[in-house]
């Protein structure tokens, strides 16, 4: 086991050990995290071509980038299987103190647990929160049949409303977008209004940069009435992040943003939308079901 600040190495670019994760273990993101967002020392955990992205701060070691913006946490090679004898020599290698590894699907999370105890540490495994994914097949409407009948004639009447309010609802991937969705943003009221200050909006910006980011906008006629930050690969969508104009409220222009967002990925083939972390009802309206996410801790 070595733990190291490398960003060259090779490991980096590992596919995750566990699958449907999108970009968030990747070097892109953890990079784009620690620009702006991170502190303290990074301890890239690599043994045997598998490699953990860490990083010790106040509260101790944990996995690089914090839970409320990663969804996401995994190793980066070999397979599940190999994580016991990888959790063994991190054991050994982890410096005195606390630790924490979150946001982690059960497939990575119990062998590695298992290696931990395996190298003499304890570490309890909890579930702390959930991804919600919706599992594609077919086109739109094979999507709309599958739900139960209320949500469904719930959302076409939530559409008719928008267009009836604003226009003819289309999306539009542009990621000169970004600036309408960080005003979307700073106009929202409460919390929402407050996150995206320039600190986040320099993160997000390097995130539109990184494979598979897209900046997608919902007009109503010739007006951007909301918009949505994601991510996609060759089989999943990733629902990042979202804002809508706040004058628009009234006109359902979340459901129809997200209605509008399934059927694109339908149309190009993906066969998973994931909401990702937080388990609101509106996603399990639209179809989603619940992927665990699990945290290990322990001290060292």
Request: charged residues 25%.
């Amino acid at each position: 086991m070595r733990l190291h600040d490398d960003w060259s190495v090779a490991a980096l670019d590992g596919e995750p050990t566990a699958a449907h994760v999108g970009p968030f273990p990747r070097r892109e993101f953890l990079q784009a995290w620690c620009t702006h967002r991170g502190s303290g020392e990074v301890l890239l955990a690599e043994h045997q071509g598998v490699l953990l992205p860490l990083h010790r701060g106040d509260r101790g070691i944990e996995i690089i980038g914090e839970r409320d913006l990663t969804d996401y946490h995994c190793p980066l090679g070999g397979n599940p299987a190999d994580l016991v004898g990888f959790g063994a020599a991190l054991a050994e290698a982890l410096p005195p103190g606390p630790f924490r590894f979150d946001s982690l699907p059960g497939e990575v999370a119990v062998p590695l647990a298992e290696g931990l105890a395996a190298g003499g540490l304890a570490a309890g495994v909890q579930r702390h929160e959930a991804a919600a994914v919706v599992d594609l097949a077919g086109d739109h409407e094979d999507y709309l049949a599958a739900l139960r009948s209320k949500d469904r004639h719930e959302i076409r009447r939530k559409r008719r409303r928008f267009g009836e309010a604003v226009g003819p609802p289309r999306l539009v991937n542009d990621p000169a977008g970004f600036d309408a969705f960080v005003a979307m943003h700073r106009a929202a009221a409460g919390r929402k209004g407050e996150f995206m200050d320039d600190e986040m909006e320099a993160f997000f910006a390097d995130l539109l940069g990184i494979e598979g980011a897209v900046l997608s906008v919902l007009m109503g006629g010739d007006t951007a009435v909301a918009a949505a930050f994601g991510f996609q690969d060759e089989g999943a969508y990733y629902l990042y992040n979202s804002a809508y104009a706040p004058e628009f409220g009234a006109a359902a222009p979340g459901v129809t943003l997200v209605d509008l967002l399934i059927a694109a990925a339908c149309d190009a083939g993906r066969r998973r939308f994931d909401f990702l972390k937080g388990e609101e009802s509106y996603k399990y309206r639209a179809g989603a079901v619940a992927r665990p996410l699990f945290a290990i801790e322990g001290s060292a």
